[in-house]
Nanobody, 126 residues
Framework: QVQLVESGGGLVQAGCSLRLSCAASGRTFSSYAMGWFRQAPGKEREFVVAISWSGGTAYYADSVKGRFTISRDNAKNTVYLQMNSLKPEDTAVYYC???????????????????WGQGTQVTVSS
């Protein structure tokens, strides 16, 4: 079992930055690839980025490439999402999730994730 708790969301102006954190419980955190998804009101949950168990490989959605950076600290059981140059269209609830699959091509599909956090709200004003 892995429990995930996100933090770091908030209200910012366009162009500003935020860093989200996702703290995981359990001693097997390093066994999981970790992903971030987001869901805006009235829209489906969408993939943002994922990172391998080692942190050596990351896969970004085109919409955030060059602006967002994912990282992880396995010693702290935490994954981070650094979000720069935020846009109003980035407004959403952001969720972190854990998956046992190491196949990059499967990371973008939310169905492949085993554990989810409760989400943290990010609001970007124009």
């Amino acid at each position: 079992q892995v429990q995930l708790v996100e933090s770091g969301g908030g209200l910012v102006q366009a162009g500003c930055s935020l860093r989200l954190s996702c703290a995981a419980s359990g001693r097997t955190f390093s066994s999981y690839a970790m992903g971030w998804f987001r869901q805006a009101p009235g829209k489906e949950r969408e993939f943002v980025v994922a990172i391998s168990w080692s942190g050596g490989t990351a896969y970004y959605a085109d919409s955030v490439k060059g602006r967002f950076t994912i990282s992880r600290d396995n010693a702290k059981n935490t994954v981070y999402l650094q979000m720069n140059s935020l846009k109003p269209e980035d407004t959403a609830v952001y969720y972190c999730a854990a998956t046992v699959t190491g196949l990059l091509r499967l990371w973008a599909n939310s169905r492949n994730y085993d554990y989810w956090g409760q989400g943290t709200q990010v609001t970007v004003s124009s």
